[in-house]
Nanobody
Framework: QVQLVESGGGLVQAGGSLQLSCAAS????????VGWFRQAPGKEREFLAA??????????KYADSVKGRFTISRDNAKITVYLQMNSLKPEDTALYYC????????????????WGQGTQVTVSS
């Protein structure tokens, strides 16, 4: 059973960038779909991006709200998935989570069985 550990959050000024990491512990992300989500206080959890972690397939999917600003990627060892966030805005402030589903789909945002504890991102104006 894979465990997920997020890192890379912090405080950044508007217009800045951050890269979040989601590391697999106790296994790899091989044959998983890994997604990134965020939740701001008083708001529902929001899907951001997902990536398929298969040797021959790194397909991705993005929410319209972050397309062009955020990029999801993975390392070749299938241990870490990244979320590069550029042109950050104060409204991007939230707790960011990664999640994983074995043999999952890029298109089902309610499928994820494994979740990390989250990493806080705060964007100042």
């Amino acid at each position: 059973q894979v465990q997920l550990v997020e890192s890379g959050g912090g405080l950044v000024q508007a217009g800045g960038s951050l890269q979040l990491s989601c590391a697999a512990s106790g296994g790899t992300f091989g044959n998983y779909v890994v997604g990134w989500f965020r939740q701001a206080p008083g708001k529902e959890r929001e899907f951001l991006a997902a990536i398929r972690v298969v040797s021959w397939d790194s397909s991705t999917k993005y929410a319209d709200s972050v397309k062009g600003r955020f990029t999801i990627s993975r390392d070749n060892a299938k241990i870490t998935v990244y979320l590069q966030m550029n042109s950050l805005k104060p409204e991007d402030t939230a707790l960011y989570y990664c999640a994983a589903e074995r043999s999952g789909s890029l298109y089902y945002t309610n499928q994820y069985s494994y979740w990390g504890q989250g990493t806080q991102v705060t964007v100042s104006s």
